[in-house]
């Protein structure tokens, strides 16, 4: 069992820069690909990246390769979404999950947190 808490979450203009935030807990924690989700007002859950078991492998939707890193620390149990040269288009609920393999569908993920909304303003 993992429960994830996301948190940084807040208003920012565009250019800023945010970083978000996602508690772990469990003892199997490093067992699982970290990944961050997103949903926008009216769209469908979108994957914004992962980030392997031991931290080594990362990967990125196009829309923001270049902008946001994705990292993890297995000891503190966190994952953190460091987002720079926001843009409105960011503007979503941004969600931590957690899957057993390397995968990058909502539908795959086996553990979610709430979520934290991001709201960038032109």
């Known amino acids: 069992q993992v429960q994830l808490v996301e948190s940084g979450g807040g208003l920012v203009q565009a250019g800023d820069s945010l970083r978000l935030s996602c508690a772990g807990s469990?003892?199997?924690?490093?067992?699982?690909?970290m990944a961050w989700f997103r949903q926008a007002p009216g769209k469908e859950r979108e994957f914004v990246g992962n980030?392997?078991?031991?931290?080594?492998?990362?990967r990125y939707t196009d829309s923001v390769k270049g902008r946001f890193t994705i990292s993890r620390d297995n000891v503190k149990k966190m994952v953190y979404l460091q987002m720079n040269s926001l843009k409105p288009e960011d503007t979503a609920v941004y969600y931590c999950?957690?899957?057993?393999?390397?995968?990058?569908?909502?539908?795959?993920?086996?553990?979610w947190g709430k979520g934290t909304l991001v709201t960038v303003s032109s």
């Open positions: 980030i392997g078991w031991i931290g080594g492998i990362t």
């Open positions: 999950a957690a899957s057993r393999g390397d995968v990058n569908r909502a539908h795959d993920m086996d553990y």
């Open positions: 469990g003892r199997t924690f490093s067992s699982y690909v």
